[in-house]
């Protein structure tokens, strides 16, 4: 079958979940580090996007958002909105988060954020186990903003209370997150039961090629790649930091220089899509997770592609 997208310019695909490119990071708040990123990622087949912000404190992250939110009512980048990715997280499942900025679960600051975001924060991800993170759920849910469940050591029962209050989203199923078990499914075995949006970062490093291609057989009507893509995008291997940690880049793979936990990736939406079409999944499969199903997933329009 013929690749899906155009050649030789690709556009129009849709990433949920990435934190920067090009060396500019989104949790800068710096409009021309988040431009040169924004940037990049329109030039590697992204046409609409979500910026992604890392566990940081809290006046820290109001300050971030301010400055994204800034951004996408300007108009001028694929930037249409913004992802937290914490600081609500599980300490043993936190990955490249910073603990030292994890905190219990505060509808109070939730709503600090979203005002701060001025209606542009799309989406925060959380670890439903954790007190009061039920009461930020129904209270995300009130302010329009999608609740996905990601960094969490939850067991079945615990996701499936999120997603009976509202929670919609797996972050990057399979990591940061308690495995799937025969005898205690987790995480994993609650979003594709529930049939929640479940992100798939499709780089040959987070996800073996046959769980790939077992999700979105199973659930192509739910399966979503993202990048997850870190600052580090675009550019040789080297040092760099994600969140106030120092970072590796080795053989394009990113991962925390201390303890070795993989630090998102260096991946485009491109190089999602011809990941997945390469693993084996259906091309017309492949367009969905890439466009459909993300804009779908948090409430965005299409971008022409």
Known sequence: MPDPLPEPA?????????????????????????RAAAAFHAAHGTGRMLASLVTAPEDDLVR?????????????????????????????????QNPAFLQPPSVAALHRWVDAGRGHVRMITLAPELPGALDVVAAAVDRG???????????????????????????HLFNGMRPLHHRDPGP??????????????????HLHDATLRLVARLRPDRAVLVTDAMSAAGLPDGA?????????????????????????????????????????VEPDTVRRMARENPAAAVGLTLPPG
């Open 188 to 205: 994993v075995g609650a979003a594709l039961d529930h049939g929640v949006w479940c992100e798939l970062i499709a780089d040959g490093e």
């Open 145 to 171: 903003v999608v609740v996905a469940v990601g960094h969490t050591d939850a067991t079945y029962d615990q996701c499936s209370q999120a997603f009976s209050r509202g929670a919609t989203v797996a972050t």
């Open 240 to 280: 760099y930091a994600l969140g106030g940690q120092a970072v590796t880049v080795a053989a394009g793979a990113a991962r925390l220089s201390e303890g070795g936990s993989l630090a998102g990736s260096t991946l485009t939406m491109r190089g999602a899509v011809e990941h997945a079409l390469a693993a084996g």
């Open 64 to 96: 971030q958002i301010e400055v994204l939110a800034q951004v996408v009512e300007a108009g001028d980048t694929v930037v249409a909105g913004i992802h937290l990715e914490g600081p609500f997280l599980s300490e043993p499942r936190c990955g490249a």
């Open 10 to 34: 690709p556009a129009g695909l849709v990433d949920i979940h990435c934190h920067g490119g090009a060396g500019g990071d989104f949790a800068s708040a710096d409009p021309e580090q988040i």
